[in-house]
């Protein structure tokens, strides 16, 4: 009889949804308008012990580079150098930066860099989404991977060694004008649209300032504000602290086919059900046995096919399911039959192909 070892561990993992409790607005919103912008450009990263690149866009640019000192190069000439690779460059503005102060940059080789350790990027340009430049990036790169070749061909890289991050690396010239100080009012928009914790917001809101806040959809809650910068400011501070219970996640089933993870949520119910699980082996086997009359009777001895038919039944277990059983009666009665990872994930579909889950079955 085979036996079957379910670790929840390593092979099913559940997720019960605690009781839902009373959260921050800054917990579960953002203010409309109050956003970080995505920076790019494209620069030289220069300073490499011989594990740059050689292709035409990175002598092209070092080529541009010198022409902006004032340094022209034949153009028949190819200059061999190893020392410089062409990267991207990108980093993230917050909301509400100023010129002057600093933000982190990430370096990445755009060609056949082996290695940027060792490497400084020089002055390169950050631009948004505008077209307009926002930040001038420059500084020693710290990465922290590593690469080593051998004579053979052989490679050890540890990490990634073609990418490297500058702290502080680039200084803001440009401000991004923020809509947060212009109008009326604030909006709240939810990280998660739902209807229900859309309404407890603005009554949350409302039982502070009557009648200053309304739900306009699943995902936004207008509220309306004072005009003067400082005192929206003031206001926005005492909001964000107001704490209200968030409402309760629609019932999902998660299940990762290429790792074997279910997450099921507490609230996943089961119409009445059985399953069964195991299976039944047949094996019918010929065998040639002799046939030989007795010592005084009269007959021939002669040859016969006897069949053997053999029934291996499994350890089949079925288990049924009673109107609205929860998700613990769910994982004790799946653990009892002995499923394995694959099996669990074809009971759930099987469940929820017959009609009888009452969840959302997502396959990722």
């Known amino acids: 009889m085979k036996k079957y070892l379910v670790s929840f561990a390593c092979l099913i993992s559940m997720l019960f949804l605690p009781e839902a409790s009373a959260q921050r607005i800054k917990d579960l919103a953002d203010v409309a308008g109050v956003r970080s912008n995505q920076l790019i450009g494209y620069g030289l990263v220069v300073g490499l012990p011989g594990t740059g690149e050689q292709s035409p866009f990175t002598e092209q640019s070092f080529k541009t580079m010198l022409s902006n000192f004032g340094i022209k190069m034949p153009t028949n000439l190819k200059p061999k150098i190893k020392n410089v690779a062409a990267v991207a460059v990108h980093a993230e503005l917050p909301a509400f930066s100023k010129p002057g102060q600093k933000i982190d940059v990430t370096v990445s080789s755009m060609g056949s860099a082996q290695s940027l350790r060792g490497g400084t990027l020089i002055q390169t340009i950050l631009m948004g989404l505008d077209g307009n430049a ?3 990036a420059q500084g020693s790169l710290i990465v922290s991977g590593l690469g080593a070749e051998g004579l053979d061909g052989s490679k050890v890289i540890a990490n990634t060694p073609t990418v490297g991050r500058i702290a502080n690396g ?45 739900a306009i959809d699943a995902a936004s809650v207008q509220v309306t504000a004072p005009r003067d910068a400082a005192d929206r400011v003031s206001f926005l ?128």
């Open 134 to 136: 926002y930040a001038v």
């Open 170 to 214: 680039a200084m803001v010239e440009r401000e991004v004008l923020s809509p947060f100080t212009s109008g009326d009012h604030i909006t709240f928009n939810l990280h998660n649209a739902d209807f229900t914790t859309a309404k407890r917001l603005s009554d949350t809101i409302n039982n502070l300032i009557s009648g200053s806040a309304r």
């Open 237 to 364: 501070a005492t909001l964000e602290n107001l704490e209200f219970e968030p409402g309760t996640p629609s019932a999902k089933i998660i299940v990762n086919s290429r790792t074997g993870t279910i997450v099921i949520g507490a609230d996943v119910r089961l119409l009445p059900a059985a399953i069964t699980h195991g299976g039944i082996t047949v094996t019918i086997n010929e065998v040639e046995a002799v046939s030989q009359p007795n010592a005084f009777a009269a007959g021939e001895t002669v040859a016969t096919n006897q069949s053997i038919i053999d029934v291996n039944q499994d350890d089949s277990r079925m288990f049924v399911f009673d109107p609205g059983v929860t998700l613990d009666a769910l994982v004790r009665a799946i653990n009892q039959v002995g499923a394995g990872p694959g099996d669990v994930m074809a009971i759930l579909e099987a469940l929820d192909q017959a009609g009888a889950l009452r969840g959302n079955l997502i396959i990722i």
